[in-house]
């Protein structure tokens, strides 16, 4: 007779923690977890359904996990959940929703990217009444020049109003001049990354805008 083969031992879980869960019927969960093994240098996303029962020492109701479900290392999530898991409408700024985004949608990455900067440099004209001529880095620099800039903000230290003025022209220069000169090769994550940017600078204007017209009524 055949020996039957030892099953192999299951490996011991070094670390486990609930990332969210939500009700699935009205006596299971389906949950999403991390889980990290000993001797396992990975990290793991288990997605799984528990079912709901009793604990016999506590009499208390507890849910159990079943055979339901599916494991795989953490770095794997962003292929196999798709790019568009991600929530536009939660982290972007609406004017980039509406001028940018689009071209996210169609892969067009260069492109969305300069859509993007090129709404900041509009906004930054207008806000600042600047001329037309005025245009990139140059438009950056007179607006939020560190003594006289219509958009510029003299409570703060001069130190950092010198980091605003770099910042703003340093994004134009980067992301918006490159791609309206030549095709620029982007990834998903690095245009994603660059249109958090240019949402984060044009809500630094809302917030300006928003002074000069207390100041205003005042």
Not at 65 to 88: D, I, N, Y
Not at 102 to 107: H, L, N
Request: proline share 5%.
């Amino acid at each position: 007779m055949k020996k039957k083969a030892k099953a192999k031992p299951k490996p011991k879980i070094e670390f486990q923690e609930i990332v969210t869960e939500t009700g699935r019927r009205s006596y299971e969960r389906l949950r999403l977890s991390r889980v990290k093994y000993f001797g396992n240098p990975h990290m793991f996303l288990d997605l799984r359904i528990f079912q709901r029962g009793f604990d016999l020492k506590t009499d208390e109701e507890v849910y159990f996990p079943t055979k339901h479900g599916v494991q795989f290392k953490e770095e794997q999530f962003q292929s196999l959940m798709g790019r568009w898991t991600l929530v536009p409408s939660l982290l972007f700024h609406a004017l980039i929703l509406k001028k940018a985004y689009p071209a996210m949608k169609k892969e067009e990455y260069d492109m969305a990217v300069f859509k993007a900067f090129k709404t900041v440099e509009m906004k930054v004209r207008e806000l600042s009444g600047l001329p037309n001529e005025i245009i990139g880095v140059d438009l950056m620099r007179k607006a939020f020049a560190t003594e006289d800039g219509p958009l510029t903000d003299k409570t703060t230290p001069r130190s950092e109003r010198e980091a605003l003025s770099h910042l703003f022209s340093g994004s134009i220069g980067c992301y918006k001049n490159p791609h309206s000169h030549r095709e620029v090769q982007l990834s998903f994550n690095e245009a994603f990354e660059m249109l958090l940017l240019a949402s984060h600078l044009l809500n630094v204007l809302n917030m300006r805008d928003s002074t000069k017209k207390k100041k205003t009524v005042s």
